[in-house]
């Protein structure tokens, strides 16, 4: 399958490390649905730059944590640029920082349902197309919380595990498929989202700079780049695996 046939889907494609993933990957010639939930102009930018310099794009509406909005973006998506052969989970929350006696049962599982049940449910829709192609790539966008474990985020942390999970079992059922399935535990990326969480980016450059071993802050085309390799044809022989992108912060 050549690069100009394939078809991505990538949740939380609007902002951040989902924008440099859309446009790193149209940049290789794929067809890429952006979706949004509540960012709907910054998807349609994300649509326009790639659109400006010659490739394929549309932005999707959709809430990964429902199936009736998964079934809708996948079908919007399929009928406008063809089957969905790259599907990047992406999208996710943390929406409260606090001890776990704190977290509601509600925060906790809208967390869980967002960052890790929508995994689930959107493999399960592109499931078909990357079966028929026998040529497919999942990639799952975890996080170095994994490696790490950090407080006031248990309900983050326990999603992104469940990543790990996702992908290593997966990997064992749809190799046979020609699917394979990994994922990629960013460290401190610095984005739009980790500057409404934390502020103070002063004090948390400083702190990278002590526990990081390349000593810059992380950018989302870091992560891209990692997606890139991963959605080609010189991946074909790693699945299963956790790729660690964190300048060196948490080494395994």
Known sequence: MTDNQRVALVTGGSRGIGRAICIALARDGVSVGVNFHRHE???????????????SAIAVG????????????????????????????????????????EISEEEWDRVLDVNLKSCFLLFRAVYP???????????????????????????YVSSKAGMIGFTRTLAR?????GITVNAITPGAIQTVSELELFPDQVGIAAYLND???VKRRGLPADIAEAVRYLASDGSSFVTGQTINVDGGWAMH
Not at 41 to 55: D, N, T, Y
Not at 173 to 177: N, Q, S, T, Y
């Open 173 to 177: 059922e749809v190799g046979v498929d």
């Open 62 to 101: 959709g809430d990964v944590a429902r199936c009736a909005d998964v079934t809708s973006m996948v079908e919007r998506t399929t009928a406008e640029l063809g089957p969905i052969t790259i599907l990047l989970n992406n999208a996710g929350i943390t929406d409260t920082h606090k001890p776990w006696t």
């Open 41 to 55: 102009s910054e998807a349609l930018k994300v649509v326009g730059a790639i659109q400006a310099v010659g490739g």
């Open 211 to 213: 526990v990081q071993s």
């Open 129 to 155: 197309a990357m079966k028929e192609a026998r040529w497919g790539r999942v990639i799952n966008i975890s996080s170095v919380t994994f490696h790490l474990g950090r407080p006031n985020l248990l309900h």
